[in-house]
Structure formats: C-alpha cells, structure tokens
C-alpha cells in the first residue's frame, strides 16, 4: 500500500428495498493499493454495497468520500464524477452485443471522455493485450467464450483510468475450465498496484490477494481481518469456517 490516508471512505451506508433492509449501517476505509475482498452467504449485502459505492444504487443514508471529497448522491456532476473514477466489473459481463470488443472499449472513452476514435482505439488496443486479447478486438461477444467477455470487461473497465476498481463475483458465470484466466488477469492487476473491492468466493482471490478480509451477513460486516489473522488452522472464525465449505464444494466438484 502506497499511501496510509484513504482514498475512499464507506461510512454508515444504510439501503432498503421496501420491508428489506439490505445494507444495516457499513463503514470501511480504503488506502490506495490496497484489496479489500468481501465474502459471505448470498443475501448478505455484498453486491448491493459495490452498486452503492459506484452510486449505481443510492443509499438511504451514509456518506461515500472519494479522494476526500464527499459525494452528493442528488448532484448529476458528482456522480458522473464518482463513475469516471470507479470502475465496475459485474457478474455477467454487461458487454453490448452490437460492438466488437475493441468497440466495446473505445464507446466509453470516445461518448465520456470526448477522445478521438483514433485515440480510443489506441488505448483500447493497449487495454486488450494486458488483459491477453489482442488478436480478439474484432470478435463480438457472441464469439468469445464467458472468461474472454469478462477480461474484455476488465479490459473496458482499466481503460477509463479508475483510481478503484470494483468486482462483483467477477468469476461466477464462469465456466470452472474458464475461471484461471480471469484470476491470472486480477492477480497481474493487483501486482501491478490496482486498488480493488471484490466480493468473490473463490478461495485463491481471498486467501492469495486480500489485505483484509470483509465478511459480510445480514447487511452488516460481522467480522474483518486480515487473512494472516481469519485464515488460520484451528481458528473459530466464521471466515474460515465459510472458507472451508468453499474448500469443501470445490473438491467435490473437481
């Protein structure tokens, strides 16, 4: 971690939909380098927390700085702002069938970032090979496999420059033989110094890349740590004993 002050700030983060509170008061601060891996029963809160940091879904209450700056969910600027800054890898892709990968990449940066098409397409070539798909860009996304839709995903995401990166189970539609080279992808991001809140359960991301672990339940964050302190043989955890049931179901399905 490059810097101990936090370039986000989660504080008090409350959302409802109807009768069912899903987000119960999360706070969490994030320093820039740093990974923070959410994990937990589905129904916890995981996803809703990434869609409320990216304002993608506004919280009831709380506050969300970003680079010490508050965000006002009601202003237009600071939003857009906000989405400019923090990037978004969903489960299931979210790619426009209509585009090439390499359209794919550029759409933003030509429609938000105003580059030229020439410009953008330089980036999102560069974009292309980091995530290993150069010879992809004029492939639609009925013609790449789901672990190449999501590195395009990833690819599109890094492409606008995000000073945080947020990934909702970013291997979950995956295919077990396609999840490697998405994981190869995240840990060469983390190496490189992305800053990144995950929710995932893949056993490899929390153990193998977490500075602190997250676990939420219930729409609270019940227990956190790093995996030095949760992940530890013979520890009563609720950290590890849900790490060990992922231990458990990936066995049986290898």
Do not use: W
């Amino acid at each position: 971690m490059n810097d101990s002050s936090p370039i986000l700030r989660v504080n008090n983060i409350t959302k409802s939909f109807g009768d069912n509170t899903i987000l119960n008061g999360v706070s969490f601060d994030l320093v820039k380098g740093e990974i923070k891996v959410l994990i937990g029963p589905s129904g916890g809160g995981k996803s809703t927390l990434l869609q409320c940091i990216n304002c993608l879904v506004v919280p009831d209450s709380g506050d969300i700085e970003l680079e010490n700056e508050q965000i006002d969910f009601s202003s237009k600027q600071d939003l857009y702002s906000l989405r400019q800054r923090v990037g978004m890898i969903f489960q299931d892709f979210n790619l426009f069938d209509h585009l090439t990968a390499l359209g794919n990449i550029t759409i933003a940066l030509r429609k938000v970032k105003k580059i030229s098409k020439k410009d953008a397409e330089q980036r999102a070539r560069v974009e292309l090979e980091q995530v290993g798909l150069g010879d992809k860009e004029d492939l639609y996304p009925a013609q790449l496999s789901g672990g190449q839709k999501q590195r395009v995903a990833i690819a599109r995401a890094l492409a606008m420059d995000p000073k945080i990166l947020m990934l909702d189970e970013p291997t979950s539609a995956l295919d077990p033989e396609l999840i490697g080279e998405v994981i190869a992808v995240i840990k060469a991001l983390a190496h490189k110094g992305m800053t990144m809140v995950m929710a995932t359960h893949q056993i490899s991301l929390i153990s193998g890349l977490a500075d602190e672990i997250l676990f939420m339940e219930q729409g609270n964050i019940v227990e956190q740590g790093p995996p030095s302190l949760l992940l530890t043989s013979g520890n009563s955890s609720k950290t590890q004993g849900f790490c060990d049931r992922l231990n458990e179901l990936s066995e049986v399905e290898a």
